[in-house]
């Protein structure tokens, strides 16, 4: 059985970082969007990559971002991989992706008129687009973008995109294991369901978030 990957995002404090990694989690997120109650700077992200172990994925988080802007962060935080969450075309992410070297996920915000038709034409139009597409990562459509815990129906999602995917938007403690066990996607990610405050993790759930996912997994 295919494990299903784990995602923190919105991480801002070194302790947190600790317990997203000791939780067994496989890629860690960093807002670089001003707006966010989870943003941090370049100069911030880097201290909390520098304590991010091997194997465990550094994920830079961009809304509407410049590529000048993206590779300010780049030469300041070693991140592994970028996460494009605002309007941006497929070509403009392509281009930042390729003048910064990394690979990319897409976000795909869902609206209730959303398709599976759409996510498909989607996932194809990024892959023709740039070999540095890694995938795309389903969220919840909301006027601030991201990280708002916020749920879409999962029911949109095509069973044959289902183990490539990130599955994102709302998810909690008590309903990932419910989330795996519908739609079996590649990943999991989550950001307000483990918070104490915005911005703020709680490593109780994170470790119970993890726990949830691996129980989801043995059943599968
Ligand atoms: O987390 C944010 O504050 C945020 C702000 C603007 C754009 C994206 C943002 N987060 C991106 C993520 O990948 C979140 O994990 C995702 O939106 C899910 O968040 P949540 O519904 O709170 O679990």
């Known amino acids: 059985m295919q494990r299903t990957r784990i995602k923190i995002c919105g991480l801002t404090r070194p302790q947190d970082v600790q317990a997203a990694v000791a939780a067994g989690a496989d890629a860690l997120g960093f807002v670089f969007y001003a707006k966010s109650p989870r943003y941090v700077t370049a100069a911030q992200a880097g201290a909390l990559m520098s304590a991010v172990p091997p194997f465990v994925s550094t994920v830079a988080l961009f809304v509407n971002a410049s590529i000048d802007e993206v590779r300010a962060v780049a030469a300041v935080a070693p991140f592994a991989q970028l996460q494009f969450h605002g309007d941006e075309t497929v070509e403009q992410c392509a281009a930042i992706a390729a003048a910064v070297g990394k690979p990319f996920m897409r976000v795909l915000r869902v609206r209730p008129e959303t398709s599976g038709a759409d996510l498909l034409a989607e996932e194809a139009l990024c892959r023709a687009a740039s070999p540095l597409f890694s995938g795309l990562l389903l969220d919840t459509f909301v006027d601030a973008y991201g990280g708002a815990g916020k749920v ?3 029911g949109v999602i095509p069973a044959g995109l289902a183990p490539r995917v990130v599955l ?3 998810l909690t403690v008590d309903s ?3 989330a795996v066990r519908q739609v079996r996607p590649y990943a999991v990610d989550i950001s307000s369901g ?5 911005g703020i993790k ?8 993890a726990a949830a996912v691996r129980m989801a997994d043995r059943e599968g």
Do not use: H, L, P, T
């Open 152 to 154: 879409f129906d999962w």
């Open 168 to 170: 994102s938007g709302g």
């Open 176 to 178: 990932v294991a419910g």
């Open 194 to 198: 483990v918070e104490q405050a915005k």
């Open 202 to 209: 709680d490593g109780a759930k994170i470790d119970a978030f």
